[in-house]
């Protein structure tokens, strides 16, 4: 991998809990990924903390858990963090029981109706703006004449565009963008990079930024939430951004390595509180 990957050292501080992508480091699209099994088996076999999240909104936490299920990866439907989770959560934090007019699928309204939103075309509160395979002229036309209106804009997420068996697909981001460029208004994202999604992420499983690490594929969304919400970051090289393209980068994960197989072993290791104190770099 060109000299990138970094010999795998113990950690100034321990690791009690992991955060962890989904695509990219455990699966492509439904086919795992070496190691990702392993991965997950460990930790939950240990007990340590951990969630997987998703920028995706499209899915609820248990279509995640029967799609990872039938790529043989086991993982407990509360141990999955989406953006559409994020974004309701947020909302519900800002305007409790409040109206939205809501572009997205069962990940994204199911998590509005549970936090106990209006979902509604009628002088909604909000515009929430997730990801859809089936993107309607209609409704972003709708969505841009409320965001006129007064309606206020929140997007899931910024990805442009998104994984699927026949290439890259538009993702939230680039429906985001026509709609800021037909009203000017730009949207609140909430999904990675914000650090917001890994603040409340490590809200969920009780765990501290200090001693917590993010396993992720992308520089620009996951090392670098990760990075400013507080956490050491690994990066892996099953998925987006590759070996050549890390220096491109103004910032640097703390660590690279080929894959997730790699750390199946530092689930146990990294947890030692008694091993030596050595320096966590690449």
Do not use: C
């Not at 076999?45 to 790529?71: E, M």
Request: hydrophobic share 40%; aromatic share 6%.
């Amino acid at each position: 991998m060109g000299g990138m990957t970094s010999r795998l050292q113990p950690p100034k501080r321990t690791v009690r809990a992991w955060l962890s992508d989904m695509d990219g480091v455990l699966v492509h699209e439904e086919e795992p990924i070496p190691g990702a099994a392993d991965f997950i088996a460990r930790l939950t076999g240990t007990g340590r903390p951990f969630l997987l999240l998703t920028n995706n909104s499209i899915y609820t936490p248990r279509d995640l858990q029967a799609r990872l299920h039938r790529s043989g990866i086991d993982v407990p439907e509360d141990a999955i963090w989406t953006s559409a989770l994020a974004t309701a959560q947020f909302l519900d934090n800002q305007r409790p029981g409040g109206s939205a007019y809501v572009i997205g699928e069962a990940g994204l309204t199911t998590a509005m109706h549970e936090i106990g939103y209006v979902l509604s075309e009628r002088e909604p509160e909000y515009v929430v703006l997730g990801e859809t395979r089936t993107y309607s002229f209609e409704a972003i036309t709708t969505a841009i004449r409320l965001i006129e209106k007064g309606a206020r804009f929140i997007a899931t997420n910024p990805d442009v565009s998104g994984p699927s068996i026949h290439g890259p697909i538009p993702a939230t981001g680039s429906v985001a963008a026509l709609i800021t460029k037909a009203t000017g208004v730009e949207p609140y994202f909430v999904g990675k990079p914000n650090p917001l999604m890994m603040r409340s992420a490590l809200n969920r499983i009780d765990a501290h930024s200090e001693t917590t690490v993010m396993v992720g594929d992308r520089m620009d969304t996951d090392v670098i939430s990760g990075l400013e919400a507080g956490l050491r970051t690994i990066l892996v090289l099953t998925g987006s951004t590759k070996a050549d393209q890390i220096e491109r980068f103004p910032y640097r994960p703390t660590h690279v390595v080929d894959s997730v197989a790699d750390l199946v072993d530092l689930v146990d290791e990294w947890n030692d509180e008694s091993q030596e104190v050595v320096d966590f770099a690449p």
